[in-house]
């Protein structure tokens, strides 16, 4: 009885002593550290871009989405998001055998008081997809899959690039 309980203790001693070293490491536990470094924004803007990284700062606790542009510290504005669809390929009976396509969302960032702070900056994605002339469906079902990964995807970028603004003052 004895053997066992010592054994616990020395395990619990060894996993607080690796959460000790690993906490001062600066290893932290992913979603633990928060997406944008201040309390309140304003992302102007209705495009999926837009949406899709609204949905991923609501994720920060503690992270205020301002309604106007005076009482948020920094306002994302998404100028515009483009698609455009290029055929890349035929098929022998002169059917698009794939397409190339290609978003560009514009952006600018401020402070609340118009302040720039990024100027104006563009994120291109660009995909490939093939299409089947026997699944036209599908096709069309898989282009808009990668419309919204390619929103996703800049979203992502969009708050990786907020992240790295720092305030002035």
Known sequence: MMALSRNRLLLLVTLLVAAVFMHGCGFNVRGQTP???????????NQGTAHELRQLLRQQPGLRFASKTTDAQVVLTVLSQTLERTVVAFSAAGRPREIQLRMRVTYKVSDGYAAELVGLQDIVQTRDLSISEAEVLASGNAEAFIIEDMQRDIAQQLARRLKAIRLPG
């Open 35 to 45: 997406i944008v470094p201040f309390k309140a924004v304003m992302i102007e803007g």
